[in-house]
Antibody, heavy 118, light 110 residues
């Protein structure tokens, strides 16, 4: 059974850093495209980043240069390193697996809340 | 990338059909047949309902269907049921390994 479990969220001051983790089971993160999607409180979904099986990474303009997506194949875990955090980064962050076709998010974690506030 | 445009809310009575539109541009919806739709209950993770415009994942009811015309994609739910009340989001591949979501539509079953 495919499962994704995020962790690492919390309250952080503006300008601070946080690393989110997404532990996967039932499949290999190294063999799949993996993505982060966020949702600000009461707002819609926003795509954040993707890492391809070959290792290339891509980001939304809103986080480019501040966030870094990575994975640890030995731990079957996806990460999102978030630096220079802003109030507008406050959101529930979901990790999602991209399906075999390469364009659709077929499994999602339960999300982890990041609150950026002083 | 600007968010795709969805109506904020739609409603229908049990048994009726509703359609949710999702309007993008020639750079996203219009360029690719890669629109997906997600259902989200409050406090829960999104669930894939339609992919590549009109395909249904295994286990999704055939009451859900998708289509596209030009820069606008649509999700139709037929035979509306109380359990369909949720938020629905469209998403399109936007090229250059990026994706864009719609603002979401709240479906109310009257």
């Amino acid at each position: 059974e495919v499962q994704l479990v995020e962790s690492g969220g919390g309250l952080i001051q503006p300008g601070g850093s946080l690393r989110l983790s997404c532990a996967a089971s039932g499949f290999s993160v190294s063999s799949n495209y993996m993505s982060w999607v966020r949702q600000a409180p009461g707002k819609g979904l926003e795509w954040v980043s993707v890492i391809y099986s070959a290792g290339s990474t891509y980001y939304a303009d809103s986080v480019k240069g501040r966030f870094t997506i990575s994975r640890d194949n030995s731990k079957n875990t996806l990460y999102l390193q978030m630096n220079s955090l802003r109030a507008e980064d406050t959101a529930v962050y979901y990790c999602a697996r991209v399906d075999r076709d390469g364009y659709n998010f077929d499994y999602w974690g339960q999300g982890t809340l990041v609150t950026v506030s002083s | 990338q600007s968010a795709l445009t969805q109506p904020a809310s739609v409603s229908g009575s049990p048994g009726q059909s509703i359609t949710i539109s999702c309007t993008g541009t020639s750079s996203d919806v219009g360029s690719y047949n890669l629109v997906s739709w997600y259902q989200q209950y409050p406090g829960k993770a999104p669930k894939l309902m339609i992919y590549e415009g009109s395909k249904r994942p295994s286990g999704v009811s055939n009451r859900f269907s998708g289509s596209k015309s030009g820069n606008t994609a649509s999700l139709t739910i037929s035979g509306l049921q109380a359990e369909d009340e949720a938020d629905y989001y469209c998403c399109s591949y936007a090229g250059s390994s990026t994706w864009v979501f719609g603002g979401g539509t709240k479906l109310t079953v009257l």
